[in-house]
């Protein structure tokens, strides 16, 4: 982005980790001012504003990641019930556009991580197929913050 973070970036570039997995290495890009959006998944994405990238390398340092707000879902169960597999997904309403995912693996209590403030698509849904009740439900999150749904499988 030349300047605040709004619409739809300048350009985007994909970045690759280096050998030990510590490094984000990305290029082809203009010298000169830029602000950055980092989607750092699983992560929230991370803002970098006022960055001088030159010619050649130019190292930003440490980036600090933090988890974000998250959604915990939490499934009820009828008694001797198994735990169907289940998703979490959220995805940004408005640009930069961004998703993040979670999954259950048998645990009646799962979380979808790595949300930045906006507003939220989410689904909540069975990868059993029909039959199981999920959720679809646009939030409002802030970035910091959790919040929970449930869903009711003992009926």
């Known amino acids: 982005y030349r ?25 082809s890009f203009e010298p000169g001012n830029w602000t950055l959006w980092i989607d750092a998944a699983p992560f929230q994405p991370v803002v970098m504003e006022g ?3 030159g010619d050649g390398e130019t190292d930003l340092g440490e980036v600090d990641v933090t988890k974000g707000s998250s959604v915990i879902v939490e499934v009820t ?51 059993m197929g029909p039959g199981v009740p999920g959720l679809s439900e646009k939030v409002e999150l802030d970035g910091t913050s959790s919040i929970t749904r449930t869903i009711d499988l003992t009926k």
Not at 6 to 26: H, I, K, Q, S, Y
Request: aromatic share 8%.
């Open 3 to 27: 300047g605040k973070v709004d619409g739809e970036p300048v350009r985007m570039l994909d970045g690759r980790l280096d050998a030990e997995g510590r490094t984000l290495v990305f290029g």
């Open 77 to 127: 169960l009828k008694d001797g019930a198994s735990m169907p597999r289940m998703y979490a997904s959220a995805h940004q309403q408005s640009a930069p556009t961004y998703y993040r995912q979670g999954n259950s693996t048998g645990e009646t209590t799962f979380e979808v991580y790595g949300l930045g403030a906006g507003t939220f698509q989410l689904v909540v849904g069975s990868h």
């Open 51 to 53: 960055i001088e990238l």
